[in-house]
């Protein structure tokens, strides 16, 4: 087992590379293979790691209920390339 990114033991909200990167309470993942990204539930924003273990913030804190953690999330082709869509804790479903 290797930690990609993240570190064990610390919790946090931060980009950054690795270790450098702080998660708060990621539950579920997906990976794209058009664009070779992993995208990560953290409570209630998304992040993105790329090939290179950098971590950013893909759907910042307060762009949904801050009170609304991801459930669920998922990738789909489409007509401009992809889609994410993620379901919530409140029984919304968002692209």
Known sequence: VT???????ITGDA???GSKARFW???KMVYD??????Y???GTTIRSIDQNNNVK???PFGKINNFDEILDIDVT????GGSLYF????NDLYK
């Open 3 to 9: 930690t990609i990114a993240g570190k064990f033991g």
């Open 15 to 17: 980009d950054g590379n």
């Open 25 to 27: 309470n990621p539950t």
């Open 33 to 38: 293979n058009r664009n070779n990204m992993l």
């Open 40 to 42: 990560v539930a953290d």
């Open 57 to 59: 913030t893909y759907l």
């Open 77 to 80: 082709a489409d007509s401009i």
């Open 87 to 90: 379901t919530t804790e409140e």
